[in-house]
């Protein structure tokens, strides 16, 4: 038996289908780098899955939104997309045009997500309406090609020979199909050399000097104990953890960023570059947390931060009686909602423009960003920020909280166990466990450790940066052979006891006893 000529037709159409998509896609991607950064079709699709995901996912997504898994995210979209692609080569082979109706709507699909994205420019639908008319033509070409070499072998001997002079064998189509894979995967690489606007944005950054700070922050003696495998009390900016919903990093230019300040305020304040650091600078020491951590994870760091404290910027604007929330809006649609009060208050609420002594890294907002101790991330820490809508709690809602997490976020009372480490070697004798201790804004008192069913015992304190800060502590422990457990708890400033009781990330932050199993041998 012959196979059906029809059905290997698909599959080279198929093929023709992909080699355009791929082609197409790789264009869009050197367009986006070179008219519109933001704009590039994966991004977009992508930031839009992102957003729509439903609450149910959000544990899991949140996991997602780690470095290394938004490019897995990139992929599955890419092989989605590859896969339809390889239908819409099938559907054109047997009812045309409707493969490369496919093909052209997949990119006016593309083009009307990239308008509905917060940093949407005139620009914006432009790449991804090139990628799927590329895609459309060339696959269109392919495929008409294909079936009129088949219907010249089928056909009577008249037309016969011009159709076969004109048309392709599937061999020549797989041909063609390879070279634009070839050429859609060069185009991607010339769209990343371009680097999609971060290397403009990357050398103003190195450009840039940092004012000197009116006030500095300094880390006491005493406050690093300087035990091997121990997080270091400042947290280096390239081992800070990073988490947002962008999928590609937001290029902020800051010398034409503007934060706007408006609402419910009697005085609207537009502010830019320039006048942001030509006012007194703040230098403070804070612990900033992930809502997501897990107990005994690693979504913290404590860094020092440069910055105009929000108050001052708030006093200018003067919030009116009814205001008690602060809605402040990233250039890429994320929105943080903070209580009016932590932003007034006495502490270190800041309009971040450096950390660890530099100006902001890209990933952790660059040029400006908000850090406010003793909240979480998610209702705070807002990146790239571009405006401060003074409002309130039953008016306006931050990112997260339509997503299934808590409207406020104050950090949860928090110890963990870094050392020893997990699979580290222990031998009997004297051994350290040491960790860190949080309740940012509040302050640690005290850490008791206890291991397997023996006593608690209260661990050795660093000295505390700041009540805003983590705590080192440490405790010398006699092990003996065998398999053990040890767990810590923590107690607050404010007398209460770092509860066992087990809850999730969500909705408003994890609780419980960080374990650590150390096995002495
Ligand atoms: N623009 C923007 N800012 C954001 C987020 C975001 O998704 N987009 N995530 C917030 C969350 S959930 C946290 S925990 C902190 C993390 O800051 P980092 O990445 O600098 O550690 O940023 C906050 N600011
Ligand atoms: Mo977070």
């Known amino acids: 038996m012959t196979p059906d000529p029809s059905r290997r037709r698909d599959l080279a159409a198929s093929a023709a289908a992909v080699g355009s998509t791929v082609l197409g896609a790789g ?7 070179v008219v519109a950064p933001a704009a590039s079709p994966f ?5 839009a899955m992102i957003d729509l995901a439903p609450a149910w996912a959000k544990n899991l997504a949140i996991s997602l939104f780690g470095t290394g898994d938004k490019a897995a995210l990139l992929v599955g979209i890419a092989v989605l997309l590859l896969i339809g692609a390889g239908l819409a080569g099938a559907l054109e082979n047997r009812r045309p045009p409707w493969g490369r109706v496919a093909l052209a709507a997949l990119g006016g699909l593309g083009a009307v997500v990239s308008l509905t994205r917060a940093d949407a420019a005139l620009l914006s ?18 495929i008409g090609r294909l079936r009129r070499r088949a219907e010249a072998l089928h056909g009577d001997r008249a037309s016969a020979g011009a159709a076969r002079a004109d048309g392709l064998s599937r061999r020549t189509v797989l041909a063609y199909s390879g070279v634009a894979v070839l050429a859609g995967a060069l185009a991607a690489a010339g769209a990343l050399a371009i680097g999609g606007g971060a290397r403009a944005v990357s050398a103003l950054r190195a450009a840039l000097r940092l004012p000197t700070p009116a006030t500095t922050a300094s880390v006491p003696s005493g406050a690093e104990l300087g035990i091997e495998g121990l997080t270091p009390v400042v947290t280096p900016s390239a081992d800070f953890y990073r ?3 962008a999928l590609v990093v937001p290029q902020v230019d800051p010398t034409t960023w503007t934060l706007r300040v408006h609402g419910l305020v009697e005085q609207e304040v537009v502010l830019r570059w320039e006048d942001l650091v030509a006012l007194p600078q703040k230098e403070t020491i804070a612990t900033l947390v992930c809502v997501s951590n897990e107990v005994g994870g690693s979504l913290i760091g404590t860094a020092r931060w440069l910055g105009v404290p929000i108050r001052d910027i708030l006093a200018r604007a003067r919030p009116t009686a009814e205001a008690d929330m602060v809605l402040s809006r990233s250039v890429d649609g994320f929105t943080a909602s903070s209580p009016l009060e932590a932003l007034t208050d006495q502490r270190d609420a800041l309009l971040a423009i450096g950390m660890n002594g530099e100006p902001l890294p890209l990933e952790h907002g660059f040029p400006v960003r908000l850090v406010v101790p003793g909240l979480y991330g998610y209702v705070s820490a807002t990146k790239w920020v571009s405006e401060l809508e003074v409002t309130r709690f039953d008016r306006a809602e931050g990112y997260w909280t339509p997503r299934g997490w808590s409207e406020r976020g104050p950090v949860k009372l928090q110890s963990r166990i870094d050392v020893p480490r997990a699979g580290a070697r222990v031998e009997p004798g004297p051994t350290v466990i040491a960790g860190v201790a949080w309740h940012n804004h509040v302050g640690v008192t005290g850490v008791e450790v206890q291991v397997d069913d023996g006593p608690w015992r209260p661990a050795t304190l660093a000295s505390a940066i700041s009540a805003d800060t983590w705590v080192q502590w440490s405790i010398e422990w006699e092990a003996t052979s065998g398999l053990h457990t040890a767990r810590c708890r923590a107690t607050s400033a404010d007398g209460s006891t770092q509860t066992a009781t087990v809850a999730p990330p969500a909705p408003d932050g994890a609780t ?10």
């Open 43 to 47: 991004a977009v699709i992508g930031g």
């Open 125 to 142: 639908p432009v790449p991804s309406l090139v990628a799927g008319a590329v895609a459309a033509l060339i696959g269109g070409l392919l």
């Open 243 to 245: 988490i947002d919903t």
């Open 27 to 33: 264009l869009g991607e050197l367009v986006a780098a």
């Open 512 to 521: 419980g006893w960080d374990e650590a199993t150390i096995s002495v041998v």
